[in-house]
C-alpha cells in the first residue's frame, strides 16, 4: 500500500533557528512528491514539488526539502525560521490509482515558531 | 481574483437536509478534485474529475453525489445529512494531471460544513 507519514505532530522551534519538519513514504515506482501549508481558516497552498532531478527542491518563502531514495525521506527544511512560517505543514505522494493518480496527504505537522 | 472559490464558506444545516456547494475555479485547469478535511485535519481525497469526466470515486457514502457542468466548475451535492458529514470540504484543481499526478493542486478556502 501506497503511503505517507508525518512522525511529528508539533515541531517547535525559536525564530531565527533552522528548522526540519519530517517525511517518509512508502509508494511503488518513482515517488512524486509535494509539500503544502496550510494556514488558519485557509485551504491548503503548494510550496514545492519532486519529480525528477536534483535531490534538493527550492519552493517558496525559503523553504526547501531534499529526497532522500535510500531513506524513503523528503524532509521539509528553512535555515532561518520565522514567526509566520507557524502554520500546518502536510507531505504528500503521488499515488496510482488504477489509470488516474491520486494524492495521498500525510497527517500534518504543527510548526509553531517562537518570538 | 481568486483562483478557486467556493460558496458558501460556512453551512450549518440539520440532519436529514440535503445542500450543495459550489467550487468555480478560473486557472484554466481541467481537473478538479473534492477533498475531505475532519476536525483532526486529516485531509482525504473524495473525488476527482478530468474534462468533467470522474476519474477518482473513493470510497464515499451515495449520498454525496458530485457534478461538473463544465471543465471550471465541480459541485457537490450531499443528501440525508448525517452528524459525521461535519467537517471542512476543500475544492482543488491542476493541470492535467489527473493521469501523471506530477502537477500541484491549487485550493480553494474551503467549507464548514456543520450538521446539527
Known amino acids: 500500500a501506497q503511503s505517507v507519514a508525518q512522525p511529528e505532530d508539533q515541531v517547535n522551534v525559536a525564530e531565527g533557528n533552522p528548522l526540519t519538519v519530517k517525511c517518509t513514504y512508502s509508494v511503488s515506482g518513482n515517488p512524486y512528491l509535494f509539500w503544502y501549508v496550510q494556514y488558519p481558516n485557509r485551504g491548503l497552498q503548494f510550496l514545492l514539488k519532486y519529480i525528477t532531478g536534483d535531490n534538493l527542491v527550492k519552493g517558496s518563502y525559503g523553504f526547501e526539502a531534499e529526497f532522500n531514495k535510500s531513506q524513503t525521506s523528503f524532509h521539509l527544511k528553512k535555515p532561518s525560521a520565522l514567526v509566520s512560517d507557524s502554520a500546518l505543514y502536510f507531505c504528500a505522494v503521488r499515488s496510482l490509482y488504477s489509470s488516474a493518480s491520486k494524492i495521498i496527504f500525510g497527517s500534518g505537522t504543527r510548526l509553531s515558531i517562537r518570538p | 481574483d481568486t483562483a478557486v472559490s467556493q460558496t458558501p464558506k460556512y453551512l450549518v444545516t440539520q440532519m436529514g437536509n440535503d445542500k450543495s456547494i459550489k467550487c468555480e475555479q478560473n486557472?484554466?485547469?481541467?481537473?478538479m478534485y473534492w477533498y475531505k478535511q475532519d476536525s483532526k485535519k486529516f485531509l482525504k481525497i473524495m473525488f476527482s474529475y478530468n474534462n468533467k469526466e470522474l476519474i477518482i470515486n473513493e470510497t464515499v457514502p451515495n449520498r454525496f453525489s458530485p457534478k461538473s457542468p463544465d471543465k471550471a466548475h465541480l459541485n457537490l451535492h450531499i443528501n440525508s445529512l448525517e452528524l459525521g458529514d461535519s467537517a471542512v470540504y476543500f475544492c482543488?484543481?491542476?493541470?492535467?494531471?489527473?493521469?501523471?499526478?506530477?502537477?500541484?493542486?491549487?485550493f480553494g478556502p474551503g467549507t464548514r460544513l456543520t450538521v446539527t
Open positions: 482543488a484543481s491542476s493541470r492535467t494531471s489527473a493521469r501523471t499526478g506530477t502537477y500541484e493542486q491549487y
Open positions: 486557472l484554466g485547469h481541467d481537473t
